[in-house]
């Protein structure tokens, strides 16, 4: 019985990781297309382009 138990909540722990992974990867998609479009609308194209970054 607990190893029935075990074997349900790791199933149902996978299939909410795997629709998380999903979500995240929409939201990832949406984020690179909505840069993409502000770079295309952008006057100065160059200005923005890069991160200066100092550690």
């Known amino acids: ?3 029935s138990q075990t074997r349900t909540m790791n199933a149902v722990g996978t299939a909410v ?3 998380s992974l999903d979500t995240l ?3 990832g ?3 690179v297309d909505m840069m993409a479009a502000s770079m295309e609308l952008s006057v100065n194209p160059a200005v923005g382009a890069n991160i200066n970054l100092y550690v």
């Open 29 to 31: 998609e949406q984020m």
């Open 17 to 19: 990781l795997a629709k």
């Open 1 to 3: 019985m607990a190893l």
């Open 25 to 27: 990867e929409a939201t």
